[in-house]
């Protein structure tokens, strides 16, 4: 998002933070549930200063709304409980929510209770479709697919860095038939960042409010060995930096999550 800046920080802006500790819809066992409190506890170690981009975060105003009472939601029920737990930050109308995941089967219910449906768009950067059938109910690699099937628009749906060995021909033909975007990680390499802002800015212009699902395995398994989905031949941990500044400064991006990373391995 674009923002107000001046040497002393940012203004005018309302941030809000959620995490939803949620592993059990995990395909493959997962301490995802664990990655909110680490994310919290990391960035305490970090400087409000990013110093290439000159914007300071000190003064921005920040609401940490804690974690879901999630931990322990399945494939049958986290969706109601995801939605549920969200309406205070719905309420709360910040200008941007970050959701901590968790795994991927958080996008779907955060997406459901944050923003319509009718109006939004979503962007992924995620090395998989997430289209899977829901022989094994709403997991992880479902929410795309739940969330097309709810109601959003094939076309209003982006998807950036998808892996060259990760994903079956009938996901990428139900991609497709739906009219889905898609760009690989092949074209996406090096130009993350434009990539990622050309489709924002296209998607902006039929879409009211935005929703960025940044799923971490998209970068390549040497760099993500808390991820269990990542795979050789992903994106740089840079590039996916450069996706999240996009996200962060567009106007148009209500909500960004940051998922399937296992804090505990």
Do not use: K
Request: charged share 25%.
């Amino acid at each position: 998002r674009e923002v107000e800046v001046d040497h002393d920080g940012v203004t005018g802006r309302s941030l809000g933070v959620v995490g939803v500790p949620l592993s059990r819809t995990s395909i493959s066992p997962s301490g995802a549930d664990t990655t909110p409190a680490a994310v919290r506890a990391a960035l305490r170690r970090f400087s409000t200063l990013h110093a290439s981009l000159d914007v300071d975060l000190e003064t921005l105003a920040v609401t940490d709304h804690g974690d879901l009472d999630v931990a322990d939601a399945t494939v049958t029920d986290h969706l109601s409980r995801v939605e549920q737990g969200l309406i205070p930050v719905a309420a709360a109308r910040h200008e941007l929510v970050v959701v901590l995941g968790g795994d991927n089967a958080v996008t779907r219910p955060a997406l459901r209770a944050l923003m319509p449906l009718a109006s939004s768009g979503l962007l992924t950067l995620d090395a998989h479709h997430d289209v899977r059938g829901f022989h094994a109910g709403a997991t992880n690699g479902t929410p795309v697919r739940g969330l097309v099937e709810d109601g959003l628009r094939g076309d209003h749906v982006v998807q950036v860095g998808i892996g060259d060995l990760t994903n079956s021909r009938a996901y990428r033909d139900w991609c497709e038939d739906r009219g889905i975007t898609l760009v690989g990680v092949g074209a996406a390499r090096g130009r993350v960042g434009a990539v990622v802002r050309e489709h924002l800015d296209r998607l902006a212009e039929t879409c009211e409010h935005l929703y960025v699902d940044l799923d971490v395995d998209v970068l390549d398994a040497s760099f993500a060995p808390g991820c269990p989905g990542a795979r050789p031949g992903g994106l740089a941990p840079w590039e996916l930096l450069e996706a999240a500044v996009e996200a962060g400064r567009h106007p148009a991006v209500r909500v960004v999550d940051v998922t399937e990373v296992d804090a505990s391995a």
